[in-house]
């Protein structure tokens, strides 16, 4: 199975032998080796819904797939990487801070709703599910993780949020009136609330 690593905070490095992952594509900064590339389609799963989901959002994944022996190098615009192990478990990503996934993984595309009323951009979140490596992007430094817990709720601004992994579930507060307070009154549709046990991790950045 390929395996990732953080070559520096900026770089992910995937080890092929014999094996395949999946990128984001036009993520390839470098390669060495027997490595063969082509486009992966979709993260949004397969068939017709999938294909629904790619006309209604615009926004899926487009993904390639590297393949062969040798060593592939990732990186997009310096952001942060980070490197998250998952064992058979379920992580959720905002689409657009994915870069790269190795094993035995599925992903979905859902779409959650609007950041903003004003400019009508979307967030939509990306459920990568079994046992394998991910490797996400973080914008303004390096990956927060925050504990949720059943006594203390989470709640993140939708630009910053970047997964969240354990028995989580997300929902929807639309009073978000303190962006006001803090000078960023434009037009923010809602907030995301995290209740239950597990990590969510944000970026020190807003999209």
């Known amino acids: 199975m390929a395996q990732l690593y953080e070559k520096s905070n900026k770089i992910i490095e995937a080890q092929l032998a014999g ?40 926004e899926s994944l487009s993904l390639m797939e590297c393949s062969g022996n040798g060593r592939v190098f990732f990186a997009v615009n310096g952001q942060d990487v980070t490197v998250v192990n998952l064992n058979n478990e379920m992580l959720q990503v905002e689409s ?10 599925r992903t979905d595309v859902s779409f959650a709703g609007l950041r903003g009323g004003a400019t009508g951009a979307g967030l939509f979140t990306t459920k990568v599910t079994g046992q394998g490596q991910v490797a996400l992007l973080s914008a303004g430094g ?17 630009d910053a949020f970047v997964a969240a992994r354990g028995n989580l579930n997300q929902s929807f507060i639309t009073d978000v009136s303190w962006r006001s307070v803090m000078g960023q009154g434009g037009g923010e549709a809602f907030s995301l609330r995290w209740d239950g046990q597990g990590v969510v991790l944000i970026q020190p950045a807003e999209r």
């Open 19 to 58: 094996s395949s992952i999946r990128a984001i594509s036009g993520s390839m900064v470098a390669y060495e080796g027997n490595i063969a590339f082509k486009s992966a389609g979709f993260g949004g799963g397969d068939g017709v819904l999938a294909g629904m989901k790619r006309r209604a959002t615009g």
């Open 142 to 158: 390096p990956l927060i993780h925050l504990e949720v817990s059943p006594q203390y709720p989470l709640v993140v601004d939708p």
């Open 96 to 105: 657009q801070q994915l870069l790269a996934f190795a094993g035995n993984l």
